[in-house]
């Protein structure tokens, strides 16, 4: 009989990932018929609270989040474990103050594929979990997204931007 130590580590941490990825489009699959209109709803509460997990992680593993740098690149660690290797990209500095983080690769888009399911839903997840998970981790900043895959675009790009007052802004515009 084969003992979990015998099974590499890499191994047993690329499965364990998957496993977590593919639970959206399964519960997706599995309540939204029964719920309806109120699951989006649902869902992004439980997406909103998930972000808490983000601030464990990083604190846990002490990641960077002083500027928008370290904040980009410590959500792509962070997605990264939480979802395994199928997520693949990497965080670019635009300015002192902004960044990018650049996904060029989603489980989730690919497990709601693989369950018969629109690949769109799988951005009110993310959506959920990054805008909520930025100010957590730095409450200087904020995130938005630029492009997303499950739009048609052939990446993501979400911006990490210092948070602008909302006076600030409104001035902007004028």
Not at 40 to 49: A, C, L, S
Not at 80 to 101: Q, T, W
Not at 139 to 166: H, L, W
């Amino acid at each position: 009989m084969t003992e979990l130590k015998e099974i590499p580590e890499e191994v047993r941490w690329r499965l364990a990932a998957e496993f977590a990825a593919r639970l959206p489009a399964i519960y997706e699959a599995a309540f939204r018929p029964l719920v309806g209109e109120k699951y989006d709803e649902i869902e992004q509460e439980v997406w909103m609270e998930l972000s808490r997990t983000a601030v464990e992680i990083a604190r846990y593993l002490s990641l960077p989040v002083g500027n928008a740098k370290q904040l980009a690149g410590t959500m792509r660690i962070v997605l990264m474990i939480l979802f395994g290797p199928g997520f693949s990209g990497e965080a670019l500095e635009v300015s002192s103050d902004r960044s990018v983080i650049i996904m060029k690769r989603c489980p989730l888009i690919e497990h709601n594929a693989g369950v018969g399911l629109p690949v769109n839903p799988a951005f009110r997840k993310c959506m959920a979990f990054t805008l909520t998970a930025v100010p957590l981790l730095n409450k200087n900043y904020s995130a938005r997204f630029v492009r997303t895959m499950c739009s048609g675009d052939r990446q993501c790009e979400i911006k990490i931007a210092a948070a602008q007052e909302p006076q600030a802004e409104a001035k902007k515009k004028k």
